[in-house]
């Protein structure tokens, strides 16, 4: 746990100058490590109107290892499982690609920059990219159905190993 | 069908891309016999089996790294804290702090690199506390690598370091010839130096000695254990200008193996101070101690022939230059007939042993024989030919691993020559045994007619 300094600096970092449209706390104060970020449908998407719950769970070896960012809204995009894992495809946050110097802000923002622009040639979710690059109105009208099924209200960040702990 | 290949596909390169090599044992472990890495080799290919029989010869101890793709980080990083602590000055590990913890990491928010170089302090503040007592300092330091998270941060520090070296020097174009042209330096340092787990290559080492090391004099020496036909590892020294110097003329050198892709640090025997002392001990529990003891120096220049003759046991190559098979004459026992010897030994043999001369004075009876050697050995031919004739009898090295591809020297010529490991002059010496199932007309033939001939 020698990274306290900079989990915390990096947290005061993106909770005071947020990604637009995004609001960040812990999950618990006594937990560095998880993060509950509420993230607005941005205006230019089918995803408007919707409010997103994103957990951000930092490893022990952090900054040395890859955070991991899920979605706890189900969501219908090519690059998001469909279903309540909601994990993401994201290349910085691949081990691969992942250095210390990165930093949770940048994440978030790129979260934020698929729902804007989805990256169907590296989907998570082959049929919604094929629907996404062959039949734009089709997915549109699906995607807005799950923002008006899953994403209407104050998010919830279920987990299936601390569902006490779920207080934003 | 077609989808469920593709689906198998996409499976098996996700298990790859996720792959975790099981890693074992500690991320730095304890000193270990060097030994240890013979036996490891012993059922490699000969190259691999040769070169580790000769380790053991220069390098006593090792000390295992974990293989996680730092390993190169880590083994240096350690390295140079040993080092450090080596030199007993608390003052210096302070010194080196400051001046480590406050080189300018570049294109970084402090931010990102403040955590690493807290705890560079931390570990120096308690090598400093610990010092003078090297074993408590080294306590520290092999608890601080051996914590994954500390040494992470630490290792990173090193990384940075580098990669902000190259950032920052001016002569940087030098280094192009090791940069992939199409990333350029700065592509280098994001995708190699700054690459968690991205091993050290050559260039990583160049700027680690030259960030690190090269302002407090440190030398690093590379045995390279691989494939290239020799019968020892290669070793390689940084700063370039290092290799060929006598090591005492260095500052603290650290000494690390490398295996294709792996690195391990590795511990030299200690100054040939320490093994006099040892010899020593052995000499005075001789039958003839009475004789030598009243007179200390006599007990010294002893303890020099003595030395001599330890480059008859193999793996204690001390003086490889020498062929074992005449240094054995000069401690041999009464009873020796000088025939078998061959004809070009007396030469180089006297002149390499200037411990000669004092044997008169040292005990009567040992010098007899010696002489007597001389005296009797044929002198005249040898003079027109080389002093030394080089076979693989002059390798210690070579002589050890003899064994396991031996010819048989049983024939009639070679029977009862040194090269026959029935004669007691053969290294690998192992007596006859008498087997009444053999033919004894065999023996009666052989012994008139296996008089030496030159070979």
């Known amino acids: 746990m020698a990274s306290q300094k900079r989990i915390q600096k990096e947290l005061a970092e993106c909770t005071k100058s947020p990604p637009q449209g995004m609001t960040i706390a812990l999950a618990s104060e006594s937990n560095l490590h998880k993060w509950h970020v509420t993230l607005q449908g941005p205006p230019n998407s089918p995803y408007a109107g919707g409010t997103f719950g994103l957990v951000v769970s930092l490893p022990v070896e952090y900054p040395f290892k890859a955070p991991t960012v899920t979605f706890s809204t189900r969501i219908y995009h090519p690059n998001v499982t469909n279903d309540s894992q909601g994990s993401i495809c994201l290349g910085a946050l691949k081990a691969e690609n992942w250095k210390p110097a990165s930093k949770l802000l940048g994440v978030l923002e790129a979260v934020r920059g698929l729902l804007v622009e989805p990256m169907p040639d590296d989907p998570l979710e082959a049929r919604i990219a094929d629907e996404y690059k062959n039949d734009r109105k089709e997915f549109e009208k699906n995607a807005k159905a799950y923002v008006a099924r899953y994403a209407k209200g104050a998010p919830k960040y279920e987990e299936p190993t601390a569902a006490g702990e779920a207080k934003s | ?212 090391l090269k302002p407090c004099g440190m030398v690093i020496e590379i045995a390279y254990l691989d494939r290239t036909p020799g019968p020892a590892v290669n070793t390689y020294r940084f700063p370039a200008e290092a290799n060929g110097c006598d090591p005492s003329t260095l500052g603290p050198i650290m000494y690390l193996l490398f295996r294709p892709d792996h690195y391990d640090i590795l511990y030299p025997h200690p100054p040939p101070t320490a093994p006099v002392d040892i010899q020593v001990n052995r000499a005075s529990s001789f039958s003839h101690e009475h004789q030598i003891t009243p007179n200390m120096p006599s007990l010294q220049n002893f303890t020099e022939v003595d030395l001599s003759a330890l480059s008859l046991i193999p793996g204690l190559g001390l003086n490889p230059g020498v062929p074992s098979m005449s240094v054995s004459t000069a401690s041999s026992i009464e009873s020796y007939s000088p025939s078998p010897q061959s004809p070009w030994m007396p030469t180089p043999f006297t002149d390499s042993l200037p411990i000669r001369q004092q044997q008169p004075q040292l005990k009567q009876e040992q010098s007899v024989p010696s002489l007597r050697a001389v005296s009797v050995l044929p002198q005249p031919v040898q003079r027109q030919t080389p002093p030394l004739r080089f076979s693989e009898y002059c390798h210690p090295q070579l002589a050890e691993t003899y064994a396991s591809r031996e010819p048989c020297f049983t024939t009639n010529t070679f029977k009862n020559s040194h090269f026959n490991t029935a004669h007691y002059n053969n290294p690998n010496f192992q007596p006859e045994e008498y087997r009444p199932e053999l033919d004894d007309s065999f023996y009666e033939v052989a012994r008139p007619t296996g008089k030496r001939r030159s070979h």
């Not at chain 2, 090792?62 to 007993?88: H, K, M, S």
């Not at chain 2, 990669?163 to 992939?180: H, T, V």
């Open chain 2, 1 to 212: 069908m077609e989808s469920d290949l593709n689906a198998d596909l996409a499976a098996q390169e996700a298990a790859a891309r996720e792959y975790q090599p099981h890693l074992e044992g500690p991320l730095v472990g304890d000193r270990t016999p060097s030994h240890v890495i013979t036996e490891e080799y012993a059922k490699a290919d000969p190259v691999y089996v040769q070169k580790t029989l000769a380790l053991p010869q220069t390098y006593s101890h090792y000390r295992p790294v974990q293989g996680d793709g730092n390993c190169g980080w880590r083994a240096i990083g350690f390295g140079y804290f040993e080092a450090l602590i080596r030199t007993g000055d608390a003052s210096l590990v302070g010194a080196e702090r400051d001046r480590i913890t406050q080189y300018p990491i570049l294109d970084h928010s402090e931010m990102v690199y403040e955590d690493m170089r807290d705890e560079v302090s931390i570990l120096m503040n308690d090598i400093a506390a610990a010092l003078p007592n090297q074993g408590a300092a080294m306590d520290v330091l092999v608890q601080k690598f051996n914590d994954l998270d500390v040494a992470n941060h630490l290792l990173y520090y090193l990384r940075l370091l580098a990669s902000s070296w190259l950032k920052g020097d001016p002569n940087a174009n030098e280094y192009l010839g090791f940069i992939p042209e199409e990333i350029g330096i700065i592509g280098y340092c994001q995708n190699y130096l700054e690459l968690p787990g991205r091993e050290i290559e050559h260039l990583g080492i160049m700027l680690l000695y030259n960030v690190l």
